[in-house]
């Protein structure tokens, strides 16, 4: 079964500071990674993804992530947070399973930055 | 992307009753899918449901308990029956195709007393 690890709780950072999420996963075949961000009594919105291509991949409110297939990560990162960054942050992996497509959550890092 | 919406964002129920949460996406899709968030806890889904077909439950989730209807493909209702306070969580639909990412409604927050 496809799984992926967030093995930070949560993580601190000074605003204006780079900031990393750490993700790492375990598939079988290629995977297919995404990140999502959830601000407080809000649902998940779509940061970006890891399809196929470019290892460096850029999505919403200028994060990006790291897919390193020797290292099986694939961590998020922004090189200057912002206090607005502070949410709660979620890595996941697709699995083929039953006939559907489905996505399979880390436990979840929550991200606080400092003013 | 597509724009969901759910019904009701929140509400505080009595034990042993029953609660309809209701999801409308602005498209057609679909795959629609239902997950709960338990407090302080990741998402995990709950059923997968296809228009057209019975709902598919993941392991530990039972159709007596949260049965699912998807009459059309931009409307489902996730009902959570004969509630107890470990289902207090809060229930979140998404939609997604294949490889593409899913997207997720506000969620419903759910409390039982």
């Known amino acids: 079964a496809q799984s992926v690890a967030q093995p930070e709780d949560q993580v601190n950072v000074a605003e204006g500071n780079p900031l990393t999420v750490k993700c790492t996963y375990s598939v079988s075949g290629n995977p297919y990674l995404f990140w999502y961000v959830q601000y407080p009594n809000r649902g998940l919105q779509f940061l970006l993804k890891y399809i196929t291509g470019d290892n460096l991949v850029k999505g919403s409110y200028g994060f990006e992530a790291e897919f390193n297939k020797s290292q099986t990560s694939f961590h998020l990162k922004k090189p200057s947070a912002l206090v607005s960054d502070s949410a709660l942050y979620f890595c996941a992996v697709r699995q083929f399973s039953g006939g559907y497509n489905k996505l399979i959550f880390g436990a979840g890092t929550r991200l606080a930055v400092h003013p | 992307s597509a724009v969901i919406s759910q019904k009701p964002s929140r509400d505080i129920c009595q034990r042993g009753t029953s609660l309809t949460i209701q999801c409308q996406v602005d498209s057609q899709v679909t795959m629609m899918f239902w997950y709960r968030q338990q407090p302080g806890q990741s998402l995990t889904l709950i059923a997968t449901a296809n228009q057209g077909s019975e709902a598919t439950y993941e392991s530990g989730f039972v159709i007596d308990k949260f049965p699912i209807s998807r009459p059309n493909l931009t409307f489902s209702t996730l009902t959570v029956s004969n509630m107890s306070p470990e289902d207090s969580s809060i229930y979140l639909c998404?939609?997604?195709?294949?490889?593409?990412?899913?997207?997720f409604g506000p969620g419903t927050r759910l409390t039982v007393t």
């Open positions: 998404s939609v997604g195709e294949e490889v593409h990412e899913q997207y």
